[in-house]
């Protein structure tokens, strides 16, 4: 198994993840401003097993992930540096739903979902804030995409992100703090670490979930974890 995480993320972090699988850590320059410059979630959108990738990744990435044999479909708007054009990449797609605000997703995306339950909503930096546990189960640190989940009969959890860690900013995402593989949530943070800790494990195990706790510290945004098979 491959899993891309930012080069930023603890170390610590990145010990736990190596016991799993090959960790292919993400580094740019001059593509996205700094802060999100290493985050998975910005680069690619994930749809089952392939990924949807930015065409200005670096192509020694890309040539990593082809090595590995991963599927990836090339999309076709360029990263910029300012948010909405860091955004096109940044949506949640599941089985069901694709996840995003419309006018920034970009078109290879949306014609994956030509056929499929889309979901609108106003946050474009959406996976950053969104964690999804199958199709009936969330964790969020938006209250719209909350409210928008909600409306479509996901339950949901509402986590606040000023706790969270985003080096250049006050604060991040909480969605920014994980990955799930299998029937874990794997998160970049500190079971005593986090003041809503308790109500998280509580939360996804009524999901059917269980929380994998990566450091002993406060959250940390590194823009999602990638776990794709080989």
């Given at each position: ?101 419309p006018a920034i997703t970009d078109e290879v995306i949306k ?12 946050q474009g930096y959406t996976r950053c804030n969104l964690m ?99």
């Amino acid at each position: 198994m491959l899993i891309i995480v930012d080069a930023k993320i603890p170390s610590m972090a990145k010990e736990a993840l190596r016991a799993m699988g090959q960790l292919l850590e993400l580094a740019t320059d001059g593509i996205v401003y700094p802060a999100i410059s290493g985050h998975p979630d910005i680069f690619f959108c994930r749809v089952g097993q392939e990924l949807v990738v930015a065409p200005n990744l670096p192509a020694h990435y890309l040539e990593i992930l082809v090595s590995h044999g991963i599927k990836t479909i090339c999309g076709k708007n360029l990263l910029g540096k300012q948010y909405p054009a860091s955004a096109h990449y940044n949506a949640v797609a599941t089985q069901e739903y694709l996840i995003h605000h419309p006018a920034i997703t970009d078109e290879v995306i949306k014609k994956l979902f030509i056929n499929k339950k889309t979901l609108d909503v106003k946050q474009g930096y959406t996976r950053c804030n969104l964690m999804m546990m199958g199709e009936e189960h969330a964790l969020t640190s938006d209250a719209g995409i909350g409210r928008v989940l909600e409306q479509a009969g996901i339950k949901t959890l509402l986590v606040d992100p000023g706790v969270v860690r985003l080096p250049g900013f006050d604060n991040g995402f909480f969605g920014g703090c994980c990955g799930v593989w299998q029937d874990a949530v794997y998160v970049l943070a500190g079971r005593d670490g986090f003041a809503q800790s308790a109500e998280t494990e509580s939360f996804a195990t009524s999901a059917g979930y269980r929380i994998c706790w990566l450091t002993n510290e406060a959250p940390f945004d590194g823009g999602g974890i990638f776990f794709v098979d080989e």
